[in-house]
């Protein structure tokens, strides 16, 4: 300490040009201290000019409370002080030369009633020491009873375990870094004792800031740091300062830097066996600042995950930019948002709200931003829907971040339709249809962010009709079916076997109009539309959608093939065949409910049977194996499987819709049998059939009708233009809330 002492007093005297100069300043190492009952700290004091030059004077040590903190200084080092710490309390410590004076306020813990009786344990403190080379710092002791509290303090013995790594003075307990390395120090008091361990290395310090940047008459204590010691800083004690160009930046022994006039220049630092230089840049002074985003006294919102933009922009008292003035920032609640000062970007880290501030180089330039951090968005589910007039169906919206992650249900959601002709919602996200068409519905948050939900409204039944000359879909109410029914495809190719995507918001269908006909998708008002497979050698016929829309099921034919059953991702990918010629002739896929099925009429025992498989393809098996012709298979909601049934009245071939229940096996026809059925569907709550009845006409060719036929009522004919021929009947199944 004494070596120490000596260095710190030479420096000051060799900057120092004369003691007789006026003192302007008086500055202090510590500007507050803490000690316990017993405890000493060394305090030293420099005077600066006006000029910022160190001047080496006589300084004169003082005590507002001598109860609490004694003052032990000496004439000839009046630079240095020893506190002690007497009693519990505070008290002001003040060093004065040349008329100025500086103090520092020393606290000692314990109360009156503490710091007696006797001592049962002994702690140090700090537990652990971190080191440089050629580092010192003070340890304490602290001396406790057995029930915790302060005990009277006892004479200490202090030594080093490990010296040729870390010494201790015996007396003071201040250590010092010797090699690098892990040490120990040990105190000492009677039966009583305590190690703290430290730790020494070979570490460059550095700086908290690579570049410092001051105005003219500002200060600013630098601090060097450890990097490899978790950016632990290092006090003044063992590093000189020294500026290379005192017309621009002077700096203080304890490290504190002064802008005197424009430039750019370093600060040099020595100290522990290293130099390092700490570029400066000192600009023209600050008169004012231009700040985006505007203040504002209302929050700005910064979406949660996202990020904004801020930025301050320096200026002179003429105007000009000040490019190379310094800003900080800081966060009110860093919990809530954190800044990137190299980027100027805010981001969004918890809801609620926090501050940010930016610091310019100036006095009373400061600028604070209300910050609210609110949900970067909102999403609506479904995306797209569709379904008939007169139908309800909720939406559910929830905020997100910026990133998309959900956060939770939406609140004070604003909603409204593109077409109330078409689809009506509350403020709750209701949607009721209205009448046919496609429209937007749009749920949108306070701060003007939103999200669509397609809707297309139209009724349930689709099916394929030439009344337009070329066959295309139609759709049509059942509960109306009088009603004109609305096309949907309307291109001047065929396209037929029409069926709606679980969600309604969709169709398959298949089309030549590439030349050949093949699978195509489109939205459920038959626009968008974009075909899936791409063989033309082969036919691809009788499609079904899987119920999570990711994949269709069909059956497709070759050029002399046998028909078989293939499945394809919606957006023409992975297309494999399930079936193969070896297993004869497959066709007519139907996918069950649950979508675990997919239910085929195969000839591969000799005959037209129903089977069904996996939906991957595995473990097929017969479900109706008869001397019947079967085929045509679909589902009932609660997983009965019905098919078209080719019995033999009276002599000729009657074709019917055969239920088999699911649970006993049993095959009940339930189409009369008057109507020679080629194909049907059944409706999503099983409780209609809509038939496709194929019948002689003129010229040996068939007509084909559409019956609606309530399970266990009569049958209605839909309305026939002149020469129609309706075909391929597909419900849309109900949408599940």
């Known amino acids: 300490m004494a070596q120490t002492r000596s260095l710190l007093v030479a420096l000051m005297l060799a900057a120092a040009p004369a003691a007789a100069q006026q003192v302007a300043s008086v500055q202090l190492s510590h500007s507050s201290v803490t000690l316990p009952i017993g405890g000493r700290q060394t305090v030293f004091a420099t005077a600066y000019t006006a000029a910022g030059s160190p001047v080496s004077v006589q300084f004169r040590w003082s005590s507002s409370n001598e109860a609490v903190v004694a003052v032990e200084s000496s004439e000839s080092e009046s630079d240095f002080a020893e506190l002690v710490a007497v009693g519990p309390g505070s008290a002001r410590i003040s060093a004065r030369a040349g008329g100025k004076t500086e103090s520092v306020t020393v606290t000692v813990t314990g109360d009156a009633g503490g710091g007696t009786g006797v001592a049962a344990a002994l702690n140090i403190d700090p537990p652990t020491i971190q080191l440089l080379r050629g580092e010192t710092q003070q340890l304490r002791p602290a001396f406790l009873r057995a029930d915790g509290e302060p005990a009277s303090a006892l004479a200490v013995q202090w030594s080093s375990l490990n010296p040729s790594i870390a010494n201790v003075d015996a007396a003071s307990g201040v250590v010092v870094g010797i090699t690098a390395g892990q040490g120990a120090v040990q105190a000492t008091a009677g039966t009583l004792s305590r190690v703290a361990t430290v730790e020494v290395a070979d570490a460059p310090f550095a700086f908290a800031t690579p570049v410092l940047g001051l105005s003219p008459e500002a200060e600013v204590t630098i601090q060097a740091i450890v990097p490899s010691q978790r950016g632990r800083v290092l006090t003044s004690n063992g590093l000189t300062w020294r500026s290379s160009n005192e017309q621009i930046v002077r700096v203080t022994p304890l490290g504190v830097a002064r802008g005197v006039g424009p430039g750019h220049t370093t600060i040099v630092v020595e100290g522990f066996g290293q130099i390092r230089e700490l570029p400066v840049t000192v600009h023209r002074a600050v008169a004012f600042v231009d700040a985006t985003p505007a203040f504002s006294r209302g929050p700005i919102q910064v979406p949660l995950d996202g990020g904004r933009a801020f930025r301050v922009v320096s200026k002179a008292a003429d105007e000009t930019e000040i490019p190379d003035a310094p800003v900080a920032w800081s966060v009110g609640d860093t919990t809530k948002a954190t800044f990137d000062p190299a980027t100027g970007q805010l981001t969004g880290r918890a809801l609620g709200p926090t501050t940010l501030v930016a610091h310019p180089a100036g006095p009373g330039l400061d600028i604070t931003w209300q910050i609210e951090v609110i949900a ?25 971040t910026e990133t998309g992650a959900t956060l939770g249900p939406a609140q004070g959601v604003q909603w409204t339709t593109q077409n109330a002709n078409v689809v009506q919602v509350d403020g709750e996200g209701r949607l009721s249809g209205v009448g046919p068409g496609h429209a937007g519905v749009i749920a949108a948050t306070q701060w003007g962010r939103a999200d669509t939900t397609e809707v297309y409204v139209q009724g349930s039944l689709l099916f394929t009709s030439s ?58 008002d038959g626009l968008n539309a974009r075909r899936v497979t791409n063989t033309p050698d082969v036919m691809e016929l009788s499609p079904d959608w899987t119920p999570d829309g990711r994949q269709i099921v069909y059956a497709a034919q070759g050029t002399g093939g046998r028909s078989q059953i293939w499945i394809v991702n919606v957006d023409g990918t992975g297309a494999r065949a399930l079936t193969s010629d070896a297993q004869g002739a497959n066709l007519d896929p139907a996918v069950s409910p649950d979508g675990r099925l997919i239910a085929f009429a195969s000839t591969r025992d000799g005959n037209y049977d129903i089977y069904v498989m996996d939906r991957d393809g595995a473990n097929p098996r017969p479900m109706l194996v008869s001397p019947l012709k079967e085929s045509k298979p679909a589902w009932f909601p609660n997983g009965d499987l019905a098919f078209v049934q080719e019995r033999t009245e009276r002599g000729r071939p009657t074709p019917q819709v055969a239920r088999q229940r699911d649970a006993t096996g049993a095959t009940q026809a339930i189409s009369p049998p008057e109507l020679p059925i080629t194909d049907f569907a059944v409706s999503g709550r099983g409780d209609t059939l809509a038939l496709e009845v194929a019948t002689p006409g003129e010229g040996g060719r068939f007509e084909r009708r559409i019956f609606l036929l309530p399970v266990g009522g009569t049958g209605v004919e839909l309305p026939r233009a002149a020469g129609e021929q309706q075909s391929s009947p597909a419900f849309r199944l109900p949408l599940t809330h």
Do not use: C, H, K
């Open 376 to 400: 970067g968005g909102i999403a609506v589910v479904p995306d797209r829907v569709g379904f008939g007039p007169g139908e309800v169906f909720p939406l559910q919206a929830t905020f997100t």
């Open 467 to 524: 009344r337009t000359g070329s066959a295309d879909l139609f759709s049509i109410d059942p509960a109306a079916p009088a009603q004109e029914p609305l096309q949907v495809t309307a291109v001047a190719s065929n396209e037929a076997m029409g069926g709606w995507s679980r969600d309604g918001a969709q169709i398959v269908f298949v089309s030549d109009r590439d030349g050949n006909y093949e699978l195509y998708v489109s939205d459920a």
